[in-house]
Every structure is written in C-alpha cells, then in structure tokens.
C-alpha cells in the first residue's frame, strides 16, 4: 500500500512547511502526508539559515514520516530523501544530479536543492520524521542573492529546461515510496543508503572543509558510514568522523 504522498495539502503562502507540518505530526497525524507550498513566507535551511522560497520559481514541500527504527540510525536515514531528490532531478532534467553531505542536491556544480530534516525521538525511538525540501525549478541566476549567484542554480539557469514542479514531485514521492519501502523491509537498509548515497556524490575522495561556527576539519572526503557520518582523512592519516549536524561543507 502507497504510504507517501497518498494525502497532499497543498498551500499558496505559508510561513514554513515543516512548520505546518510538525503541528499536524504532534496532532498525531499518519505518516505519509505531504504539505506543498507555491510560496514559504519564513522558509528554513539548516541551522539559522533561511531558504529563498520565491513564488513560483520552485518546488517546496515537506513529508511525514513514522520509521520503525532505532534512534541511533536517524543519521543514515536522513540521507535517503537526497538520493531520490537527485535521481528525480537527474531524469526530469536529463543532466546528471550529485549529493553533498549531508543534505544537498547540486546540478552543473552549483546547489540546486536542499533537504531539512526534523526528528522527535526518545533515547531509543523515532516518533516521527519530517523531510523538508526546496527545489529551485524557475529562478534565473538574478533572483538569487550576490552571496549565492555563484554557488546556487536552478534546474532552468543550469540546463534550460522548463520543469513542471508537480511531475517532478510526483516522481520524488515515487522514489521515496521505493526506498522507504527497502528501510522498512530490509535489516540491512543501512548499508544500502550509504552505497547509493555515495554513488552520487559530488565529493568524493576529493579534499573538503567542514565546519561550523566552533569547528573545523579538512580532508579527503572518503565516505560516509552506516550511521551517516562524513569519514574524512586528515593530512596526517588519521580518519576523523563528523556527525550529521549544523556543518557546511566546501571543497578546497
């Protein structure tokens, strides 16, 4: 049976989808539903950054999910939305689409989309997990900030191809419904995220920065582990490992 996307709300201003959606989850709403917005007034990136959700120029949704898995696995599982984000893309673009970790979607080398993920979890139990998603579909390179015209694309400026934003949700849907459905019924799921992760990485074995406002690691971007973790090499051997969290990465 269709878990994902069988109930879709859908929008035209909002302040933030996963916002809207992490009342109905608390509500004790069913896993599965999609809040969709052509337009998010207080759009959210990571940590404090904001996400630019123009009117629409992109596709901008958020998805409930209830996982039956253990709380220590919620970094690993937080990067399966990326890998359908990137093929969806990937197909409806007909240009190849990489994932950054942890939760980015580049296309031509510049950011095409982002993932926001959210987790209400006790010390051993996922309550639920939302899976926030802005995808830049129509922008031109002037609609985006100065600090970002640089590093930042739409599927239309890196390809010129005009992307109707519901096929593409449709097909994203699809094929989180497909990986879902492997978390749930493979014991082994975790290996299966990481081998696909990384076979669409822009970074691969290539030298990196991580960092957040108190810290910073460079290396050779190696893989990540099961639990999604960044496993970097240092310049004196040694193979540091980064958890999922507030950490912006570049190549050097």
Excluded at 95 to 119: C, H, Q, R, Y
Excluded at 196 to 217: A, P, Q, Y
Aim: charged residues 25%; proline residues 2%.
């Amino acid at each position: 049976m269709k878990i994902i996307g069988r109930k879709i709300i859908h929008f035209d201003s909002i302040s933030s989808t996963n916002d809207v959606l992490k009342e109905k989850a608390l509500a004790g709403e069913h896993e599965g539903l999609v809040i969709t917005a052509e337009e998010q007034t207080k759009g959210r990136g990571r940590g404090a950054n904001c996400w630019l959700s123009m009117r629409g120029k992109g596709l901008y949704f958020s998805v409930l999910l209830r996982p039956q898995i253990n709380a220590r696995d919620v970094g690993i599982f937080s990067l399966f939305p990326s890998i359908a984000l990137a093929d969806a893309i990937a197909h409806q673009s007909e240009t190849k689409a990489t994932t950054k970790w942890p939760n980015d979607v580049f296309l031509t080398g510049k950011k095409v989309a982002g993932i926001l993920g959210e987790s209400s979890a006790t010390s051993q139990k996922i309550n639920f997990v939302i899976v926030g998603a802005g995808i830049n579909i129509l922008h031109e390179q002037k609609d985006f900030p100065p600090d970002f015209s640089d590093s930042a694309c739409s599927i239309k400026s890196a390809t010129g191809k005009t992307v109707d934003k519901f096929e593409l949700l449709h097909e994203i849907l699809f094929r989180m419904e497909s990986i879902y459905s492997q978390i749930n019924n493979f014991a082994d799921w975790q290996h299966l995220i990481t081998d696909e992760w990384m076979k669409r990485c822009l970074h691969l074995e290539r030298k990196v920065i991580i960092k957040n406002n108190t810290f910073s690691k460079e290396g050779i971007f190696e893989r990540i582990s099961t639990t999604g973790e960044a496993l970097i090499r240092t310049e004196n051997g040694v193979l540091e490992k980064i958890t999922v969290g507030n950490f912006s990465l570049r190549e050097t």
